[in-house]
């Protein structure tokens, strides 16, 4: 490795070296923000309703949605994970078999939540204790939504296997798909049609078979190559590695959304006009965080690839960029959100208590962009990795802090909820650099000859 005056120059160069990572990055960006912007017109379109129980109840519907989903994450990130290293071992029939087994898990958690999706819908809305309209018409979105499940699943492990193979062009197409039939069917289910929350998750319901479809469509000629037999044996080997990690990215899931979860309910907890007004701003937050993914997932198909090649140097330079183009990138977010605040809300919802209330805690929503981007880029390069335990206790650890935090400003009411917040971000990203820069980074010192793997 460099000497520590030669470590500037290092730097500068891993950033100009890595042309790459811009290059699978920025159409993954323009993509990725297609998915918080469907949310924005599900907010935009619900939200000038006549009332905020509407906003409420699809804010409501669509975290238990995103809880019942989200917390499935891990089939994308283990399959991006382990495919992106086979193929930097180059073994493709390997990768190919990581992907059988994830796609047939994928199946089985889809069969599971769609035949125990009404006690788990019971249970969230008796922990959120909303107003009734509010439950009433979450509970409306979610026995909707719920049938998205085979397909949102599926498009999970599909997506990671074309994100570990650097194929960003049918990512993209797919996302994009997605979303725009999502957006266009909102528009014409819920205005034209003016079957208000129902309208929108049924354009959602369709929108995902549509996009699972377009991909099959694309991964079929470069399927009928490979030996079958040979793959579709299960493989214990493969199982175990399998669940290891989704094991302990499901953790790390399951106290993210805890936390994203308790943000909503507590937001319901203070009144409609609160968990409404805190619906737009994670609306926002969401927004940021899908567009730094384009980052993310450049780094985990390359982190991925180099650490099967054993390329420590290469691990390095790949992390230093990703650090620096997503630290531009938020910067620039943040920027503009706050010079455009009132019109991004306004555009929203036409509610002038909703409008008032988002602006008041607009600062802590910059905050929690300004803090968080760098949890989004480590979790990006952690996948790549593999290291699924780290992620799940740097995540344990920040969601203790996240309660603890809030229980000593619950004083505070939806302030002390955000400053909560904040710190989750924080300890989420620092505990993760911290633990690159003591453990892996100390590896790539010790090893300049690229000659050991990180584990």
């Known amino acids: 490795m460099t000497s520590g005056n030669n470590k500037p120059v290092h730097i500068v160069t891993s950033i100009v070296n890595q042309r790459k990572l811009l290059l699978l990055a920025l159409p993954m960006i323009l993509s990725n923000i297609t998915t918080p ?59 190919w078999g990581y992907f059988f087994h994830s796609a047939a898990l994928a199946l089985l958690l889809a069969l599971m939540l769609l035949l125990l999706h009404q006690p788990l819908l019971s249970l969230a809305l008796n922990v959120v204790a909303a107003s009734e309209q509010v439950s009433h018409y979450a509970a409306v979105y979610v026995e909707i939504r719920i049938f998205s499940a085979p397909a949102v699943l599926l498009n999970l492990v599909v997506l990671g296997f074309f994100v570990a193979r650097q194929q960003v062009k049918w990512v993209v197409v797919q996302l994009f798909t997605i979303n725009v039939i999502n957006i266009a069917l909102d528009l014409l289910f819920v205005v034209e049609f003016e079957w208000g929350v129902a309208g929108a998750a049924k354009a959602s319901v369709i929108a995902d078979y549509c996009g699972l479809l377009l991909l099959c469509f694309v991964l079929w000629p470069q399927a009928k190559a490979m030996a079958w037999r040979r793959i579709m044996r299960l493989q214990k080997a493969m199982i175990t590695r399998l669940f290891s990690l989704n094991r302990d990215i499901f953790i790390r899931s399951l106290a993210l959304q805890l936390c994203l979860a308790f943000v909503t309910a507590s937001g319901a907890r203070m009144g409609d006009v609160t968990v409404a007004a805190n619906a737009i701003l994670l609306n926002f937050f969401m927004f940021a965080s899908y567009g730094l993914d384009g980052f993310a997932y450049a780094a985990e198909s390359l982190v991925g690839q180099a650490k099967g090649q054993k390329n420590k140097r290469k691990i390095d330079q790949i992390v230093i960029a990703s650090i620096a183009y997503c630290l531009i990138t938020v910067s620039v977010f943040c920027l503009v959100l706050w010079g455009f605040r009132e019109h991004w809300i306004g555009l929203l919802t036409s509610l002038a208590d909703v409008q008032n209330t988002a602006l008041e805690y607009l600062p802590w929503l910059i905050g929690a962009c300004a803090i968080g981007w760098l949890s989004f880029m480590m979790d990006g390069i952690y996948i790549g990795l593999t290291r699924a335990k780290v992620m799940r206790n740097s995540m344990l650890l920040a969601a203790t802090v996240f309660f603890a935090l809030w229980y000593v400003t619950q004083a505070w009411q939806n302030h002390g909820l955000w400053l909560a917040f904040c710190g989750f971000m924080l300890v989420r990203g620092i505990s993760l650099l911290a633990d690159y820069w003591f453990n892996v980074r100390t590896e790539v010192e010790r090893n300049p000859d690229n000659n050991a793997n990180p584990q």
Request: negative net charge; glycine residues 14%.
């Open 37 to 95: 912007l469907l949310g924005l017109v599900d907010t935009a379109v619900i939200g000038h309703l006549d009332h905020a129980y509407y906003l409420g109840g699809i804010a409501v519907g669509s975290m238990i949605i995103s809880i019942s989903f989200w917390l499935m994450g891990f089939l994308r990130m283990s399959t991006t994970g382990v495919v992106a290293q086979s193929l930097g071992e180059n073994k493709p029939e390997q990768a």
